[in-house]
């Protein structure tokens, strides 16, 4: 069975630009998640999505969306990008609200 | 924010020797998560402790938690090179949080 997958896997933006990644959840995932690992820290939470309603956001400002398909993929969309909003940008899915995490290979942004 | 916080924050071993991490954190959680990450890759699950667990095992691993202390440990015994990674632990605090708080990881490097 196919994992989660994420695309794309690198790209490079200037800053002010935006950036929509996209994630597919394993099948029968209802749930996705989205987190930001900056080099040399662990991953921390943006969003999270259940049956395609958002269920929790960490502390990440408006310029910062996601959203749910009915076919349970999600796309992350940064506005407006900051040097620092370079990071991997990580897709995590799991059948319900609780559990482990099965995670995507992330997409590398880069932002010059 | 990190709510974890693991330690060593590097650790460097020889092939067949046990490899321990800790990990300490803050608030109530629901269960405790440990996951590995390949350089640059995605995290992978390894194993969940549930908060009125003790310990579990799973394989070479063996996993503590101590409510109390608000602490929680991986012992990794007869480490291989294949085991050298990342390692990240991830607290869900349950209660309607949908999030895991990951620490900033401890790097296990196992030599040959």
């Known amino acids: 069975d196919a994992g989660v997958t994420q695309s794309p896997t690198h790209l490079i933006k200037t800053r002010g630009q935006h950036v929509t990644l996209r994630c597919s959840p394993i099948s029968g995932h209802k749930s996705v998640s989205w987190y930001q690992q900056v080099l040399g820290q662990g991953p921390q939470f943006i969003f999270q999505y259940y049956e395609k309603e958002e269920r929790g956001r960490g502390n990440f400002p408006d310029r910062f969306s996601a959203r749910q398909f009915p076919n349970y993929s999600s796309e992350l969309n940064v506005n407006a990008l900051l040097l620092g909003d370079s990071a991997l940008y990580l897709c995590?899915?799991?059948?319900?609200?609780?559990?482990?995490?099965?995670f995507g290979e992330g997409s590398r942004l880069t932002v010059l | 924010s990190q709510q974890g916080e693991e330690d060593p924050q590097a650790l460097s071993i020889q092939e067949g020797e046990n490899a321990t991490m800790n990990c300490s954190y803050k608030?109530?959680?629901?269960?405790l998560q440990w996951y590995r990450q390949n350089s640059g890759r995605g995290l992978v699950h390894l194993i969940l402790i549930r908060s009125n667990e003790r310990e579990k095992h799973s394989g070479r691993l063996r996993v503590t938690l101590d409510t109390s202390k608000k602490s929680s440990s991986l012992l990794i015994t007869a480490s291989r090179a294949a085991d050298t990674a990342s390692y990240f632990c991830?607290?869900?605090?349950?209660?309607?949080?949908?999030?895991?708080?990951f620490g900033k990881g401890t790097k296990l490097s196992v030599i040959p």
């Open positions: 995590a899915s799991r059948q319900g609200n609780t559990g482990e995490l099965f």
């Open positions: 608030t109530s959680i629901n269960n």
């Open positions: 991830a607290t869900d605090a349950g209660a309607g949080s949908y999030q895991l708080t």
